[in-house]
Structures are given as C-alpha cells and as structure tokens.
C-alpha cells in the first residue's frame, strides 16, 4: 500500500466519521450507519493495509444495501420492492468481490455483477423524489465498474483504483446523507 493510498484513507476515515456523527444527532439519524460502517471499514483498512479488498467489499456489502433501501423508501417503494433490490445488490456486489478473487472466471463475475445492476440501474431512474440523491448514486455506481476494469485491464495501477475507491466512497456516502 502506498504513502498516497493510506493517506486517502485516512483523510475518508476522518470525513467519514464526522459525517456519522453530525448525522447520528440530526433528524435522518438512522442514516448514519451507512457513514459509520464506512468509517468503521477504513479504520481497519488503515490498520491492516493487506485486508483493503476484504474491508472495502464488506463495507459495500452492508452500506449499498442500506443506501439503495434508503433511497426506495424515500421514494415510496414497498417492503418487498426494497427486498427485491437489496438482493440483486449483494449478489452484484458478491460477484464482484469474486471477479478479483478469481484467477479464472473474472469476466464472468463482471458480467453477472453488471446484469444486476441493470434493474437496480433502471428502477433508480425511475423514482420521482429525492432526484439529486439518485442522481449521485447512479453516477458513482456506474464508476465503480469502469475503475476495476481499468485495474483489470491495466490501464490504471492498484494505487490508482484504492485512490478512486475512496474517494467514490467517500461521496457517496456522505453525499447521500446530506441529499437525502
């Protein structure tokens, strides 16, 4: 891990906690979860570099699920249509973490991450309120993809992709409390 990736880290450690804490005592209290759990990833991340990829993908396992509901619900979808998309989002996100893992089949991890994010894609373009929060998450969402293909194909060093990572976490995080 380079000098510069820990030091992003640090800086969306420090961005993100004080995001979950100015939330904790606002009136979206329960959305600081999502910022807490991200904190709580990058302080392990700081204190076990080797573990990045596992942290970074346990955090999304538990922080996209609690975003996209947050933003279903805003926008009036029921208990099942929430169900519904937090399913298709762990699996998109467990494909992923199988893509790196995987010596072999990482285009097919891509591939099968990327088919579910199509109806996760299309039903955020379809909700009426809470445009802005939408917005982000859809433009950051449709990074993250972009940003580990261009690790897989070469076109950017590991450091580069933690770099981008952590930024991208970091805005759509603290984005999104602040939007929603």
């Known amino acids: 891990m380079t000098d510069t990736v820990q030091q992003f880290q640090t800086v969306a450690f420090y961005a993100l906690f004080v995001t979950f804490a100015v939330t904790l005592f606002s009136e ?102 809470t445009k802005s929060a939408v917005y982000l998450t859809l433009l950051l969402w449709i990074l993250y993809p972009l940003v580990w293909v261009s690790e897989e194909e070469r076109l950017i060093e590991t450091s580069t992709s933690n770099e981008c990572y952590t930024v991208m976490d970091v805005v759509a995080k603290a984005g999104l409390v602040v939007l929603l």
């Open 28 to 129: 979206n209290y329960a959305l600081s979860v999502i910022p807490g759990i991200a904190a709580l990833a990058y302080w392990y991340m700081m204190k076990e570099p080797a573990k990045t990829q596992q942290y970074r993908y346990m955090d999304w396992a538990a922080t996209t699920p609690l975003i996209l509901a947050a933003i279903l619900l805003k926008n009036g979808a029921s208990w099942s249509t929430v169900g519904l998309y937090v399913l298709l989002d762990l699996v998109m996100i467990g494909a992923g973490y199988q893509g790196v893992q995987s010596k072999e089949n990482k285009r097919m991890w891509f591939i099968l991450g990327c088919v579910m994010f199509v109806p996760i894609l299309l039903v955020l373009l379809d909700m009426k309120r």
